[in-house]
């Protein structure tokens, strides 16, 4: 039996990804704060509570690390754990940075002072690419991050690189793109105009708050995007690779198409100015050919099915639906 090691598991890709392990007979050791209670709903809404060994650890505590690599010597490391949200990164630049970044420095130091053969994977973002000059982005775009998020997770990337390189570990970076699922934090945009669309048609709220809405990114479905995570992990070699769905829809699509299926009018939606970030990337999106043809990678979901399978989900867990 392999062991799987989830920093992050409390988070929405953590969860979908301890459960396609699951499925593939991996132990799993989730690895949480060392501080607050354990939220384990979103492991009971997928029926894996029981079959994950959860672990106190302080990822800036390198010691800690190290004692927990010894007594499970996992043969995969899946570092998800990060400050991940843009706008709380304009708001706490300092904390994002100094996390997102030691954290997978003590992970790579633990690796390599163990000697054990782990294999390492390393959540990048697209938001490191940031401002680019042409699109679609690939794995060879030059970096301009323009957050305190993406900027951490640029240098995250470079010191998994680095490691690579300079040590010779097996250590992959997977560049996603937004992907998003039942499970996301209800402060990100789709989680959130799914939340606030359902309040205005069946709890009389009356508006929908939001920032620029003319943005546009790549979307996709996190349960799948997960499998990319893994397959990076069974390569004879280890290399980055762009997990996306290789088109980009704007905030404003979104909106109206939930909108459209719970016959709500766009007027309950307002912009409101303290929504409006510092800096945004204004439109990207990937090309996931060496995803696809490298890894075999499989995916093909437009992002509207996507949106459809959200809101019949969150009508269901409400209870709103049947079926
Ligand atoms: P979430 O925000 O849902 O989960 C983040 C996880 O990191 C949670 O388990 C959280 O723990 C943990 N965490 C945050 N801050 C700390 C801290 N200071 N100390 C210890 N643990 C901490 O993220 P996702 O699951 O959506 O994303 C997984 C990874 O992928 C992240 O690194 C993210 O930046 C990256 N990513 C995500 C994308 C997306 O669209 N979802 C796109 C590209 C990259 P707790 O529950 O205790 O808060």
């Known amino acids: 039996m392999k062991t799987a090691l989830i920093t992050g598991i409390t988070g929405q890709d953590g969860k979908y990804l301890a459960k396609f392990l699951i499925e593939k007979g991996y132990r799993i050791i989730g690895m949480v ?15 894996i509570t029981n079959q994950v060994i959860f672990e106190n650890c302080d990822l800036h505590d390198l010691t800690q690390i190290i004692s927990l690599f010894k007594k499970y010597q996992p043969d995969e490391v899946y570092n998800l754990a990060a400050q991940s949200s843009v706008g709380q990164s304009f708001s706490q630049p300092i904390g994002t940075i100094q996390f997102n970044i030691i954290s997978v420095l003590n992970l790579l130091e633990a690796i390599k002072i ?23 982005i690939n794995e060879n775009t030059p970096m301009h991050p323009l957050s305190p998020y993406a900027v951490s997770k640029a ?4 010191i998994t690189t680095n490691y690579r390189e ?5 250590n992959c970076c997977g560049v996603l793109f ?21 309040d205005i048609k069946y709890r009389n709220n009356e508006k929908l708050f939001v920032g620029n809405i003319n943005l546009k990114r ?7 995007y997960v499998e990319a995570m893994w397959l990076m992990m069974q390569q004879d070699k ?37 929504l409006l970030r510092p800096t945004e990337i204004e439109d990207i999106y990937g090309d996931n050919t060496k995803a696809k043809s490298e890894l075999g990678w499989d995916y ?24």
Request: charged share 25%; hydrophobic share 40%; with cysteine.
């Open 238 to 274: 280890p290399a980055d690779y762009l997990i996306c769905s290789g088109e980009s829809v704007s905030l404003k699509f979104i909106i109206e198409y939930i909108f459209d299926r719970l016959g709500l009018s766009m007027q309950c939606v307002e912009v409101l100015p303290s």
């Open 300 to 323: 093909h979901y437009r992002f509207s099915d996507v949106l459809d399978i959200l809101l019949q989900e969150e009508l269901k867990f409400q209870k709103l639906i049947d079926k």
């Open 114 to 136: 163990i000697g054990y053969p782990t294999r390492f994977y390393q959540a990048s973002s697209s938001e490191m690419y940031g401002k680019v000059s042409s699109l679609p």
């Open 178 to 198: 937004n992907h998003e699922s039942f499970l996301r934090k209800p402060s990100f945009f789709v989680k959130k105009v799914i939340l606030g669309a359902i």
């Open 166 to 170: 300079a040590y010779r570990l097996y």
């Open 218 to 224: 790549d979307f996709g479905f996190a349960p799948k």
């Open 33 to 47: 704060r060392s501080t607050g209670e354990i939220n384990y709903t979103g492991f009971d809404y997928l029926d």
């Open 155 to 158: 240098s995250a990337h470079w």
